[in-house]
Structures are given as C-alpha cells and as structure tokens.
C-alpha cells in the first residue's frame, strides 16, 4: 500500500451523467484489476480531508502507471460536489473540441487540476486469466468493476498469457445517457481483441427504457431493447459455441468465470441460473463497485 504525496494531482471532468477522476501520480504504480484506493480532493468540501472515499480504479496497464482513472457516479453529498468541480473541466474540453479524456496522450495543459490523496491500491483481484471464458455481467455503474478485468483480459490473450479463449460483457442499463462516458473505454477493448482476428470479445448491451426490438451494432456488439435471453448466453457460452475450432475438440464441460456488478435482483437471477443449470465448470465472482 502507498499513500500518495502532494505532489499528485486530480483532473475532474464532468461527462453526460458521470464524472471521470484522473489521478496523476507523484510516482509510478502497479494496481491490478479489481482494486481500489481511497480518495480525498480537500477543494471538494471543507471536510474532505477528513473523509476517505473508496472508489474503484477503472484503468488498467501491464505495469506501473503514473495516471489512474477514476468514474464516478454522482448521487448526493461529497459526489455531488464532485460533479460540480468537474463542469469547469467539461466546458474547457468542449471549447478545445476533445472527447477522448481516457487515452495516454490526453492533454493537461489549461485544464485545472485540484491537489489530492490518496491511499491503497486495496482489495484482491480474480484470477480471470485461468478460466477460458469469461462473462461479466454488470448493471449501469457496474460496468466500472469490470473494465480493469476487460482490459487485462485482452491484453493478456493477445500476449499469450492466460487460457481465456472468449470473452462476453453483458451490460443492462436503464438509460442510453450512461453509455457516453464508457464508449471510449469499451472501444478501445475492441480495437485491442484483434490477434490474428480471433475476436475473443463479444457486448451485448440491454436498455430497459425502450420498446424498440434488438439491434446488432458490428460484428460483437449487440443492442437488446426487450428481455435478455440470459440464460441462453450462459448456456452457449459454457457450451463454448462461439470459440474457434471448438467443433473439432472433445465436447466436455468447459470451465466458465462469471463476473457479476450488478443490482441485486440481477445477482440474484444469474445465481440460481448457474445453480439451476449448470451443475459443473461455472464459477461465480460478485465484485464490489
């Protein structure tokens, strides 16, 4: 565990419905995926020295890093506040015309940054990288537990450092404004999933405020607009019907991680679906967001 100096400073950018933190690092760190660290930003509130806000870190690099980023969602109290400092940041952005906030070469220059703390990283990360498919399930602000694992995943098929053969990110929202905040992030997962195209990453994104019927966006996302047939994806994924020459091997029981951030009424329908349905291979994960 560290504790950041003073010298570390917090980007706040209010973004649609979200509010993106970049920490830039006084030194260089390893967080693996799934950690957290706990926060304080003193220009937030007057008592903000006094409060630590843990808050997951939805970056994610191979080594050490000197930038750390941070998604929040802004409810009430010091969240709140937080979104508030982050609106000079969004104009500024808006007047320079930039979008892309989360990439390595993003500009500080002319963008106000706040001195912050922090403690950590904290917390354990799932060993997703010995199970060869991996399907991450997650609700609104969910989807920031399971971006560093994403990420990670990719990253680690594409240098030959893990079993993982495919990949499914289910994402339920109930409204499209959540979506813009991510967009970059998810995309750049994509770009990455292209070793020799063996495509190991499929989305599947379920909007719960419209009545219009699915649509398939690219080759591996895809919008569902009415009920999700959850329990079919689980079963094919397990089954191993979308992983390459699978058709030619031994049809035994896969082994399956399964990844959940998500309400609890979701938590609690893909629980008794893997206990229902699948009596071997499947292992349950509940991360913390």
Same mark, same amino acid.
């Given at each position: 565990?560290?504790?950041?100096?003073?010298?570390?400073?917090?980007?706040?950018?209010?973004?649609?419905?979200?509010?993106?933190?970049?920490? #830039?690092?006084? /030194?260089?760190?390893?967080?693996?995926?799934?950690?957290?660290?706990? *926060?304080?930003? !003193?220009? $937030? %509130?007057?008592?903000?020295?006094?409060?630590?806000?843990?808050?997951?870190?939805?970056?994610?690099?191979?080594?050490?890093?000197?930038?750390?980023?941070?998604?929040?969602?802004?409810?009430?109290?010091?969240?709140?506040?937080?979104?508030?400092?982050?609106?000079?940041?969004?104009?500024?952005?808006?007047?320079?015309?930039?979008?892309?906030?989360?990439?390595?070469?993003?500009?500080?220059?002319?963008?106000?940054?706040?001195?912050?703390?922090?403690?950590?990283?904290?917390?354990?990360?799932?060993?997703?990288?010995?199970?060869?498919?991996?399907?991450?399930?997650?609700?609104?602000?969910?989807?920031?537990?399971?971006?560093?694992?994403?990420?990670?995943?990719?990253?680690?098929?594409?240098?030959?450092?893990? #079993?993982?053969? /495919?990949?499914?990110?289910?994402?339920?929202?109930?409204?499209?404004? *959540?979506?813009? !905040?991510? $967009? %970059?992030?998810?995309?750049?997962?994509?770009?990455?999933?292209?070793?020799?195209?063996?495509?190991?990453?499929?989305?599947?994104?379920?909007?719960?405020?419209?009545?219009?019927?699915?649509?398939?966006?690219?080759?591996?996302?895809?919008?569902?607009?009415?009920?999700?047939?959850?329990?079919?994806?689980?079963?094919?994924?397990?089954?191993?019907?979308?992983?390459?020459?699978?058709?030619?091997?031994?049809?035994?029981?896969?082994?399956?991680?399964?990844?959940?951030?998500?309400?609890?009424?979701?938590?609690?329908?893909?629980?008794?679906?893997?206990?229902?349905?699948?009596?071997?291979?499947?292992?349950?994960?509940?991360?913390?967001?």
């Amino acid at each position: 565990m560290v504790i950041g100096a003073g010298l570390s400073r917090a980007y706040i950018i209010r973004e649609g419905d979200a509010v993106r933190v970049r920490l #830039r690092l006084s /030194r260089h760190i390893r967080v693996k995926a799934g950690q957290y660290v706990g *926060l304080w930003i !003193p220009a $937030v %509130s007057f008592w903000a020295p006094l409060q630590s806000h843990p808050f997951m870190v939805t970056s994610w690099s191979a080594g050490r890093s000197k930038h750390l980023d941070i998604v929040v969602e802004p409810r009430k109290g010091w969240t709140r506040s937080l979104a508030d400092l982050g609106r000079v940041n969004e104009q500024l952005l808006r007047d320079r015309g930039m979008k892309d906030t989360v990439s390595d070469t993003f500009v500080y220059k002319g963008l106000i940054s706040n001195l912050a703390l922090f403690t950590g990283p904290h917390g354990c990360s799932v060993p997703v990288g010995e199970y060869e498919t991996v399907v991450m399930i997650a609700s609104d602000f969910g989807i920031a537990a399971q971006l560093p694992y994403l990420h990670a995943l990719v990253y680690s098929y594409n240098a030959c450092k893990t #079993r993982n053969r /495919r990949v499914h990110l289910i994402w339920f929202l109930e409204k499209y404004n *959540l979506i813009p !905040p991510f $967009v %970059s992030l998810l995309n750049a997962a994509l770009d990455n999933d292209s070793l020799d195209e063996g495509f190991i990453l499929s989305i599947s994104i379920h909007i719960t405020a419209s009545d219009m019927q699915d649509e398939q966006l690219g080759r591996r996302v895809n919008f569902y607009y009415r009920p999700m047939p959850l329990e079919q994806i689980l079963k094919e994924e397990h089954e191993g019907k979308y992983i390459r020459k699978v058709q030619t091997e031994d049809m035994r029981s896969r082994d399956m991680a399964v990844l959940v951030s998500a309400t609890g009424s979701i938590q609690d329908l893909v629980r008794k679906l893997i206990l229902d349905r699948f009596k071997k291979g499947v292992t349950l994960f509940d991360l913390d967001y």
